[in-house]
């Protein structure tokens, strides 16, 4: 009470107890992947939630707004919606809680837990959808990261902070490849996003690929192939978002995601589904305009931590000139290419060496490592050249001394390019 006579107390105390208003909006219409609201003032990637009669609620993004409604896709199954069904606005749906006890630990793409363990403490909570870091800003890449095989420490070198493409088609090692490095690389943390994976897979990846070990230093990002489209978007921006926090705190992070296609893909169907025009090959022009926001996002920063980047990249019947591989491969810093040729002779992992490249290689390597490895590159090269003609008996030894050099140093330049998963 105040000179005035005034209860300010029991003022204060109502307005605590009062109850906050949320706006609320209404289904209109559902077609397709696409729910009609209206009622609702929301920006583009805001979250909404849908609260059914029965059955657990929904959460809804917005992806763009038509005639004074918003078009939003769902982030789960849509059975039950029906005309009139309450909608509000989503707290916190921007974001993701990281923290250090996220290691070990199996996510969806919303960071809730899926190894029926609890939730893991939160430190701080991140964009998904974060900025890239300035350009101006980004320390330069000098130093090696060591990926534990062989055929890249070697021939390709990587550096820490670099991004780098692994293209290959079904079934030549690229999930035995992606979990030798996650085991054996030198990183202080693994980020693993499993984006439209088969979920028999996602079990193989998580015991026999990347093993108990390995996961005891990883965090995993799954969004399975029958979750809807931008939930598997999600599982992309949330790992790269718990990638940036650990970078932030001055670790060496991987970050793997297998595979930037299907987010191509998950971002197409959504596209398509709002009534964007299809351009190159069925994919909406959005998504080539989104891949690059996601994948600037890696590297380094400005502080002393790095995001070294491997996005693996579906070439479907082997075709390089996809246009999602030919978008990726021109933002990264290098790519790996696995070769169905050397998988069927069993040469494992099967790195076609001559058509792969690190572009950091040369700056971050000696003088005597580089010329070594340009060596090597020649011989195989020759090797491949003069393959044909050996073959079948046409080629007389001593015709060329340089093809004989190539002839004699095969084996020994494939027995340095294999390598057991174990090993």
Do not use: W
């Amino acid at each position: 009470m105040n000179g005035a006579g005034i209860d300010f107390e029991r003022y204060f105390r109502a307005v605590e107890r009062a109850k906050v208003h949320h706006p609320m909006g209404t289904v209109l219409q559902v077609v397709g992947l696409v729910v009609e609201v209206g009622g609702l003032q929301a920006g583009v990637g805001e979250l909404l939630r849908l609260k059914p009669d029965r059955g657990p609620e929904l959460d809804l993004e917005v992806v763009g707004f038509r005639s004074g409604r918003l078009l939003a896709t769902p982030l789960g199954p849509i059975a039950g919606i029906r005309p009139g069904a309450c909608v509000q606005l989503a707290s916190g749906g921007s974001h993701v809680a990281v923290g250090g006890s996220m290691l070990g630990r199996i996510l969806d793409a919303f960071g809730r837990p899926l190894d029926r363990l609890p939730p893991p403490t939160a430190d701080d909570a991140y964009p998904v959808r974060a900025a890239p870091p300035d350009a101006m800003l980004r320390r330069p890449i000098d130093r090696v990261f060591a990926t534990g095989t062989r055929a890249i420490d070697s021939m390709l070198t990587f550096g820490r902070g670099q991004r780098i493409g692994i293209f290959a088609g079904a079934g030549v090692g690229k999930t035995t490849l992606l979990g030798m490095i996650c085991r054996y690389s030198t990183a202080d943390v693994n980020v693993i996003a499993l984006v439209g994976e088969r979920g028999r897979e996602v079990q193989d990846f998580l015991r026999g690929s990347l093993g108990a070990d390995g996961l005891a230093r990883s965090v995993v990002v799954v969004a399975t192939s029958d979750q809807p489209p931008l939930v598997r978007c999600r599982a992309a921006e949330t790992a790269t978002a718990i990638a940036e926090y650990f970078r932030d705190q001055g670790k060496s992070v991987l970050l793997v995601m297998d595979s930037v296609t299907r987010y191509a893909m998950s971002l197409r169907e959504a596209a398509l589904a709002t009534g964007e025009p299809p351009a190159t090959k069925g994919y909406p022009p959005s998504v080539f305009a989104a891949m690059p926001r996601l994948l600037e996002r890696t590297g380094t920063g400005p502080g002393a931590g790095d995001i070294t980047a491997l996005y693996t990249v579906l070439v479907e019947g082997d075709d390089m000139t996809d246009p999602v591989a030919d978008t990726v491969r021109g933002i990264l810093d290098g790519h790996i290419v696995l070769s169905r040729n050397l998988a069927e002779r069993g040469h494992f992992p099967a790195i076609d060496v001559l058509g792969s490249i690190s572009r950091l290689a040369p700056m971050i390597t000696s003088t005597e490592q580089t010329n070594q490895a340009n060596a090597v590159r020649q011989l195989m090269a020759t090797h491949r050249e003069a393959i044909d003609l050996i073959q079948v008996g046409a080629y007389v030894s001593g015709s060329d001394p340089r093809v004989d050099a190539a002839v004699r140093a095969a084996p020994v330049i494939d027995r340095l390019l294999r390598q057991d998963e174990k090993e």
